[in-house]
C-alpha cells in the first residue's frame, strides 16, 4: 500500500497510470464496443476525412474505419509487447541468476554468450531472426522478446552477484538448503522488484519494436492490423491523407509515453534507495528556513551552536532531529556528544557546514558560529572555502568515504589543492608528511596505495590525514572509533589527543561510548531526541550524573574489575522525532516521571558546573552511589 501511496504523489506517474489504465480498459472492452468490423472494406468510400458521417476517425485507402482498426490494433500491439516483455523478464531473468549464483565457469560461458547477442545491433538481430523464422506477428513477438533478453540478463546478473555472497545465502547453505531451493526462496525474492522495475521501463520499446517490425511488412499480416502495419500501410498517403497515419501514430506516442512515465514511477515507489531520497542530487548547502532567528556567539569559544534546529520535511511529515541545541567549543578543547543512535548527534555536526542533504533537510532556527561568522544560511563559495580548511570532518567508515579508485595520495593531494595551488611534487611530499603525523609506517611506499589495500585503523587514520590536510582550527569527528578493534581504537584515540594538544585543535567528537568520553573529551553533551539534556565537565557527569537518562546510560556500561554489578537496559524505545511527546521525551522511559514532566517546556538550567534539563535530576547521593 505504501508503494501504491508513493506512486499516486508522483503526479507525471500518475497521469501515466489513468492513461494507461485508460488505453488497456478500452482495449479489453474492444470486442463489446458497437464498432464495425475492422478488416471490411468499402472502396466507395476510402480515404474519408475525420468526423465523416459513420466514421468518426476516417477512413483508410480501402475505405476501412480507422477507429475500429485503431481499437483492434491497440489490443494486438498492447498483448504482444505485454508478452515480449514477460517472456524477455523471465528467460533473461532466469539466465541472469543462474549466472550470478554459480559465478565462475557457469557465469563466464553463459555471459559471454550473452556478449556476443549484445554485440549485434538489436534491430538487426530481430530483423534476422524474422528472416529466418518467417513474417508474422508471433514470429515478431519471438523476435522482440530474444533481443532483449541479453538486456535483463546482465541486469538481474549483476544484482543477483551481489546477493550470493550475502550472510543470508550463506546461512541458507550451511542450513543445508539445496541451490534450487536457495534461488526460489533467498534469491528470487530478492530480484523481483528489480525485474518489474526493468519491464516496467523497457515495455514501452518492445511495443515500438513490434511496431516497427509491422511497419517493415514483418510482423502482423494483412488484413490483421497492428498499430505499426496501419502505419505501414498510410505511408503511401502521408502528404494527401495524412489522418491515416496521425491515427496511429498518435496512439503509439500515448501508449509509450503513458508506459514511459508509469515505469519511472513504479521504479521510484519499488527502489527503497529512491523511496528515502537517497538517489536524490542534494542541494551544495542546506536549505535554510526563512524565519530563522539568528542568535549570539560565545565570545570565548571558536564554534559555538546555539538553538540550532534542523528538520527533515518528507511529504507531509517534519522529523525534528535537531530540536534547539546549544554547544560551544574552546581553541584545543575536546567537546564529546554523546547519546543513543537516532539521537540527533550526525545531524547536529553536519549543520556545522550545511552539509545536512536537502531535500529533505532544512535548518528551522538558530545559529552556527565560527570565529563570529555565523554559518548558516551563509552563500555556498564561503562555505565551500571553509570546508576541509578551518572546519574538517572525520567520518565514521573511511571504506566509504575514501575513493576505491584513487590512491590514498592522490587523494590527500587532491584535499590540499581543492584550497591551494601546489605542485605535484610539493603534494606528494606533503601527503607523506601528513602519512607520518598519523603514524603510519613506510608512508613514502604506502601513499601509493589504494584503499582496500590497507587494514580499517590505517585506513581511518588516513581519514585523520585527510582532515589535517589544510591544518584546520576545528575537527568534527563522528565516531570514528567504532568499526575498529579495541587496541588500534586506543590508538586512534591517543592520536588525536596528541594532535589536539600540539596543534591547538578543537575537536568536537561524536560517540556512543563512554570509555572514549572518558579518555579522550574535557567536556561532555549528552543528547536525546535532537536535544541536550545534560552538559557539563566530563569528570563531573562520569563521577555524579545527574539526568536519569545519562544515569541509565552508565548503568549500561560494564566496568572491569569492578566486581558483579547489575547491567540495566533502558526500557522502551527513544521516541520518533516526528512524533514526540510533550513536555520531556524521556519521560516515558523514565522511573522518575511525573504529570508535570509531560506537560510544558522543561529548559536547559544552569545547575553549578553543568547544564541539565530535568525536573526531577538525580541527587548527588543518589549519582555517586
Same mark, same amino acid.
Given at each position: @500500500?505504501?508503494?501504491?501511496?508513493?506512486?499516486?504523489?508522483?503526479?507525471?506517474?500518475?497521469?501515466?497510470?489513468?492513461?494507461?489504465?485508460?488505453?488497456?480498459?478500452?482495449? !479489453?472492452?474492444?470486442?463489446?464496443?458497437?464498432?464495425?468490423?475492422?478488416?471490411?472494406?468499402?472502396?466507395?468510400?476510402?480515404?474519408?476525412?475525420?468526423?465523416?458521417?459513420?466514421?468518426?476517425?476516417?477512413?483508410?485507402?480501402?475505405?476501412?474505419?480507422?477507429?475500429?482498426?485503431?481499437?483492434?490494433?491497440?489490443?494486438?500491439?498492447?498483448?504482444?509487447?505485454?508478452?515480449?516483455?514477460?517472456?524477455?523478464?523471465?528467460?533473461?531473468?532466469?539466465?541472469?541468476?543462474?549466472?550470478?549464483?554459480?559465478?565462475?565457469?557457469?557465469?563466464?560461458?553463459? @555471459?559471454?554468450?550473452?556478449?556476443?547477442?549484445?554485440?549485434?545491433?538489436?534491430?538487426?538481430?530481430?530483423?534476422?531472426?524474422?528472416?529466418?523464422?518467417?513474417?508474422?506477428?508471433?514470429?515478431?513477438?519471438?523476435?522482440?522478446?530474444?533481443?532483449?533478453?541479453?538486456?535483463?540478463?546482465? &541486469?538481474?546478473?549483476?544484482?543477483?552477484?551481489?546477493?550470493?555472497?550475502?550472510?543470508?545465502?550463506?546461512?541458507?547453505?550451511?542450513?543445508?538448503?539445496?541451490?534450487?531451493?536457495?534461488?526460489?526462496? =533467498?534469491?528470487? +525474492? &530478492?530480484?523481483? /522488484?528489480?525485474?518489474?522495475?526493468?519491464?516496467?521501463?523497457?515495455?514501452?520499446?518492445?511495443?515500438?519494436?513490434?511496431?516497427?517490425?509491422?511497419?517493415?511488412?514483418?510482423?502482423?499480416?494483412?488484413?490483421?492490423?497492428?498499430?505499426?502495419?496501419?502505419?505501414?500501410?498510410?505511408?503511401?498517403?502521408?502528404?494527401?491523407?495524412?489522418?491515416?497515419?496521425?491515427?496511429?501514430?498518435?496512439?503509439? !506516442?500515448?501508449?509509450?509515453?503513458?508506459? &514511459?512515465?508509469?515505469?519511472?514511477?513504479?521504479?521510484?515507489?519499488?527502489?527503497?534507495?529512491?523511496?528515502?531520497?537517497?538517489?536524490?542530487?542534494? #542541494?551544495?548547502?542546506?536549505?535554510?528556513?526563512?524565519? $530563522?532567528?539568528?542568535?549570539?556567539?560565545?565570545?570565548?569559544?571558536?564554534?559555538?551552536?546555539?538553538?540550532?534546529?534542523?528538520?527533515?520535511?518528507?511529504?507531509?511529515?517534519?522529523?525534528?532531529?535537531?530540536?534547539?541545541?546549544?554547544?560551544?567549543?574552546?581553541? *584545543?578543547?575536546?567537546?564529546?556528544?554523546?547519546?543513543?543512535?537516532?539521537?540527533?548527534?550526525?545531524?547536529?555536526?553536519?549543520?556545522?557546514?550545511?552539509?545536512?542533504?536537502?531535500? +529533505?533537510?532544512?535548518?528551522?532556527?538558530?545559529?552556527?558560529?565560527?570565529?563570529?561568522?555565523?554559518?548558516?544560511?551563509?552563500?555556498?563559495? $564561503?562555505?565551500?572555502?571553509?570546508?576541509?580548511? =578551518?572546519?574538517?570532518?572525520?567520518?565514521?567508515?573511511?571504506?566509504?568515504?575514501?575513493?576505491?579508485?584513487?590512491?590514498?595520495?592522490?587523494?590527500?593531494?587532491?584535499?590540499?589543492?581543492?584550497?591551494?595551488?601546489?605542485?605535484?611534487?610539493?603534494?606528494?611530499?606533503?601527503?607523506?608528511?601528513?602519512?607520518?603525523?598519523?603514524?603510519?609506517?613506510?608512508?613514502?611506499?604506502?601513499?601509493?596505495?589504494?584503499?582496500?589495500?590497507?587494514?580499517?585503523? @590505517?585506513?581511518?587514520?588516513?581519514?585523520?590525514?585527510?582532515?589535517?590536510?589544510?591544518?584546520?582550527?576545528?575537527?568534527?569527528?563522528?565516531?570514528?572509533?567504532?568499526?575498529?578493534?579495541?587496541?588500534?581504537?586506543?590508538?586512534?584515540?591517543?592520536?588525536?589527543?596528541?594532535?589536539?594538544? =600540539?596543534?591547538?585543535?578543537?575537536?568536537?567528537?561524536?560517540?556512543?561510548?563512554?570509555?572514549?568520553?572518558?579518555?579522550?573529551?574535557?567536556?561532555?553533551?549528552?543528547?536525546?531526541?535532537?536535544?541536550?539534556?545534560?552538559?557539563?565537565?566530563?569528570?563531573?557527569?562520569?563521577?555524579?550524573?545527574?539526568?536519569?537518562?545519562?544515569?541509565?546510560?552508565?548503568? %549500561?556500561?560494564?566496568? #572491569?574489575?569492578?566486581?558483579?554489578?547489575?547491567?540495566?537496559?533502558?526500557?522502551?524505545?527513544? /521516541?520518533?522525532?516526528?512524533?514526540? +511527546?510533550? *513536555?520531556?521525551?524521556?519521560?516515558?522511559? %523514565?522511573?522518575?516521571?511525573?504529570?508535570?514532566?509531560?506537560?510544558?517546556?522543561?529548559?536547559?538550567?544552569?545547575?553549578?558546573?553543568?547544564?541539565?534539563? %530535568?525536573?526531577? +535530576?538525580?541527587?548527588?547521593?543518589?549519582?555517586?552511589?
Amino acid at each position: @500500500m505504501r508503494s501504491l501511496a508513493l506512486l499516486a504523489r508522483n503526479r507525471l506517474a500518475l497521469g501515466g497510470l489513468i492513461v494507461m489504465g485508460l488505453v488497456v480498459f478500452l482495449a !479489453l472492452l474492444t470486442p463489446a464496443l458497437p464498432l464495425k468490423p475492422p478488416n471490411i472494406t468499402d472502396t466507395s468510400n476510402r480515404f474519408l476525412p475525420p468526423f465523416s458521417q459513420g466514421a468518426i476517425l476516417g477512413t483508410d485507402h480501402l475505405g476501412r474505419d480507422l477507429l475500429s482498426r485503431l481499437m483492434w490494433g491497440t489490443r494486438l500491439s498492447l498483448a504482444v509487447g505485454f508478452a515480449a516483455a514477460l517472456i524477455a523478464a523471465t528467460i533473461g531473468a532466469a539466465i541472469g541468476i543462474v549466472a550470478g549464483y554459480y559465478g565462475g565457469r557457469t557465469d563466464n560461458v553463459i @555471459m559471454r554468450g550473452v556478449d556476443m547477442l549484445m554485440a549485434f545491433p538489436y534491430i538487426l538481430l530481430a530483423l534476422a531472426i524474422v528472416a529466418a523464422l518467417g513474417p508474422g506477428l508471433i514470429n515478431a513477438l519471438v523476435a522482440v522478446a530474444a533481443v532483449n533478453i541479453p538486456f535483463f540478463a546482465r &541486469n538481474i546478473r549483476g544484482i543477483t552477484v551481489g546477493i550470493a555472497h550475502k550472510e543470508f545465502v550463506d546461512a541458507a547453505r550451511l542450513s543445508g538448503m539445496s541451490d534450487a531451493r536457495i534461488i526460489l526462496t =533467498e534469491i528470487l +525474492p &530478492n530480484v523481483i /522488484p528489480v525485474i518489474v522495475i526493468a519491464m516496467s521501463t523497457t515495455v514501452g520499446w518492445m511495443i515500438l519494436e513490434t511496431a516497427g517490425l509491422s511497419f517493415l511488412g514483418l510482423g502482423s499480416q494483412p488484413p490483421v492490423a497492428d498499430l505499426g502495419s496501419m502505419l505501414g500501410e498510410a505511408r503511401a498517403a502521408l502528404i494527401t491523407n495524412p489522418h491515416t497515419s496521425i491515427v496511429p501514430g498518435l496512439m503509439i !506516442l500515448v501508449i509509450v509515453m503513458a508506459i &514511459n512515465l508509469l515505469g519511472d514511477g513504479i521504479r521510484d515507489a519499488l527502489d527503497p534507495r529512491l523511496k528515502s531520497g537517497a538517489l536524490n542530487r542534494p #542541494l551544495p548547502a542546506t536549505l535554510v528556513a526563512p524565519s $530563522r532567528q539568528p542568535a549570539a556567539q560565545h565570545a570565548d569559544a571558536i564554534l559555538t551552536l546555539d538553538n540550532l534546529q534542523t528538520q527533515f520535511h518528507v511529504k507531509d511529515r517534519v522529523y525534528r532531529a535537531v530540536g534547539g541545541v546549544s554547544l560551544s567549543v574552546k581553541p *584545543g578543547e575536546c567537546l564529546g556528544i554523546i547519546g543513543e543512535s537516532g539521537s540527533g548527534k550526525s545531524v547536529t555536526a553536519l549543520s556545522v557546514m550545511g552539509l545536512v542533504a536537502s531535500p +529533505p533537510g532544512i535548518i528551522t532556527g538558530g545559529s552556527v558560529h565560527y570565529q563570529g561568522e555565523d554559518l548558516v544560511g551563509a552563500p555556498y563559495r $564561503r562555505l565551500r572555502t571553509l570546508r576541509g580548511r =578551518e572546519v574538517a570532518y572525520i567520518f565514521q567508515d573511511p571504506q566509504a568515504t575514501l575513493h576505491p579508485l584513487y590512491r590514498v595520495g592522490d587523494q590527500l593531494i587532491e584535499a590540499i589543492t581543492a584550497h591551494r595551488p601546489l605542485s605535484r611534487d610539493e603534494g606528494r611530499r606533503k601527503a607523506i608528511d601528513l602519512l607520518d603525523a598519523v603514524r603510519i609506517p613506510n608512508a613514502s611506499a604506502r601513499v601509493n596505495d589504494y584503499p582496500h589495500e590497507m587494514s580499517g585503523g @590505517m585506513r581511518q587514520r588516513v581519514g585523520i590525514a585527510m582532515a589535517l590536510a589544510n591544518d584546520p582550527e576545528v575537527i568534527i569527528a563522528d565516531e570514528p572509533t567504532t568499526a575498529l578493534d579495541v587496541t588500534v581504537q586506543a590508538q586512534i584515540l591517543s592520536l588525536l589527543d596528541d594532535l589536539r594538544r =600540539e596543534r591547538g585543535l578543537a575537536i568536537v567528537f561524536i560517540t556512543h561510548d563512554f570509555g572514549v568520553v572518558g579518555q579522550l573529551c574535557d567536556r561532555v553533551a549528552v543528547m536525546y531526541a535532537g536535544r541536550i539534556v545534560e552538559q557539563g565537565p566530563t569528570r563531573a557527569i562520569l563521577d555524579a550524573p545527574r539526568h536519569p537518562y545519562t544515569a541509565r546510560l552508565m548503568a %549500561c556500561v560494564p566496568e #572491569l574489575g569492578g566486581g558483579k554489578r547489575r547491567l540495566d537496559a533502558i526500557p522502551g524505545l527513544p /521516541p520518533a522525532v516526528d512524533d514526540l +511527546p510533550p *513536555g520531556c521525551a524521556f519521560a516515558p522511559r %523514565c522511573d522518575r516521571a511525573t504529570e508535570t514532566c509531560r506537560t510544558g517546556e522543561i529548559p536547559l538550567d544552569k545547575v553549578g558546573d553543568r547544564a541539565l534539563r %530535568c525536573l526531577h +535530576p538525580v541527587t548527588m547521593t543518589e549519582a555517586v552511589s
